[in-house]
């Protein structure tokens, strides 16, 4: 398998679509430091950014600086099993930067990890279509656990395991 890991302390410019032609990538991993986030780095993940790399299983941008996950961005990879954006900046708070179809595409991902995030509340419109998901990772995020959350309990009852801690009085037990 073609495996692709990518980690940086300093990256001056980053291209889109910096990965488009490698088709046969399995594995893909960027590790930056969330320091860094001064424009060098991506802020937005979209289509132009991994868009091509159809055997794709496993896609990792971790310690970066991504606020949203525009609609679509990862519609050409329906191939990726483990998708992760831990220790970014995904705030859920400001205008539903992280929202509906966020995700769409990903008929194949069993496992999506949040943690380390700025995540407060998360629509179950977010997880539309991930028909194979089994665990949600969102750990370390200031999740508030309200009724807005109740979708999560039921999501718990089809097998989808959703790891998380609230900041809040409240609870993902169904």
Known sequence: PYVIVIRFLYIKFLYHPILHGLS?????????????CYGVNP?????SL?????????FRWDYGCVESVVPG?????AQVTFLSLEYN??????SQLLGRNSFAGLTKL??????????VNLSSEVLNGL???EEVELNNNPLVCSCELQWASVVKSFGVDIVATCTSNGSLEA
């Not at 900046?89 to 400001?94: A, H, I, R, Y």
């Open 89 to 94: 900046k995904l705030d859920t708070n400001l």
């Open 24 to 36: 046969s990538m399995e594995d893909v991993q960027f590790r930056g430091y969330s320091t860094l």
């Open 131 to 133: 028909s194979s998901l």
């Open 43 to 47: 802020k937005r993940i979209d289509q």
């Open 50 to 58: 991994a868009g091509g790399l159809t055997s794709l299983e496993t």
């Open 73 to 77: 961005a990862f519609q050409d990879l």
């Open 110 to 119: 069993t496992m999506l990890d949040l943690n380390y995030n700025f995540i």
